[in-house]
């Protein structure tokens, strides 16, 4: 409540609607107002869809009672499993927590000569959901750990499956590895879903400025390339997690500058 005796300009509201003094949130503020074209709603966005994962915690009065019991192991976690309905859902998901980033950098980076940051802002919300895409069908397994699952029910459902199933890991077999088939078809369908939205954020490559478009364009390319890794896999991202290799990135740099480059001038 005390007068911090400053210039009167105010910080950014929280995602609460308050406002916050700290420097952190300050120096925010000033840098929105000095960059053409940035706001705080991508800010305020992310964290709205960080602070939608913490969990609901479950009263202890409606908690199953352990009994007695011993097995610390065997007890359900104090909160409902993380879930979303269908696409619509995570997609909204996937554009707070990793499309708002191209708002956030795009004022920051600009944008080639002839274009304009909303020719520019579309492609970018691509690559963001795409990025986040592909650490949903990356961590599967580590997420169920932590009662949580980033598949959309409807299309879990529609392979013939229940999120019971992929969050206790059984559609992968514990004695010889192999992965149900319904739930290969699954992942495969969501990889699709993925690729489709790099394909949209690679045409605004050329909308980018030259310093900009190699890194942009390594960071969509190699992350992107652990999808063909969980195919790879056997779609088996429950026991097993897709990654790339120092070297297979360092390996896929010129191609990709020479893409970055030369494929952004058509």
């Known amino acids: 409540d005390d007068d911090d005796g400053g210039d009167g300009a105010s910080s950014p509201p929280s995602s609460s609607g308050s406002t916050s003094s700290s420097p952190e949130t300050i120096a925010l503020a000033d840098t929105i107002r000095a960059t053409d074209g940035m706001s705080p709603e991508p800010f305020l966005d992310m964290i709205a869809g960080m602070r939608s994962d913490l ?132 992942i495969e369908g969501e990889i699709q879903r993925a690729e489709a939205h790099f394909a949209r954020a690679r045409v605004g490559i050329k909308m980018l400025p030259p310093a900009a478009r190699l890194p942009v364009t390594a960071a969509g390319e190699i992350y992107g390339a652990l999808l063909n890794k969980v195919r790879a896999n056997g779609y088996d991202n429950i026991t097993r997690r897709a990654y790339t290799t120092t070297g297979e990135k360092l390996r896929a740099l010129p191609g990709l500058a020479a893409r970055a480059w030369f494929g952004s001038r058509a």
């Not at 080639?112 to 990356?138: C, F, H, K, S």
């Not at 997420?143 to 019971?164: C, F, I, N, S």
């Open 55 to 186: 969990p609901a915690v479950v009263p202890s009065s409606e908690r199953p009672s352990d009994a007695g019991g011993d097995d610390d192991a065997a007890a359900p976690p104090p909160f409902p499993p993380r879930t979303f309905a269908d696409w619509p859902s995570l997609r909204e998901y996937c554009y707070d927590v990793a499309g708002t980033v191209g708002l956030m950098t795009l004022p920051v980076m600009g944008v080639a000569e002839g274009y304009g940051l909303d020719d520019a802002i579309p492609p970018g919300v691509e690559l963001g959901i795409a990025l986040q895409l592909v650490n949903v069908l990356r961590d599967v397994g580590e997420d169920a750990k932590r009662g949580r699952l980033y598949l959309p029910l409807d299309a879990v459902h529609a392979a013939g499956l229940t999120a019971e199933e992929i969050l206790s890991g059984a559609v992968v077999n514990a004695v010889d590895g192999s992965v149900d088939a319904r739930y290969a078809t699954l």
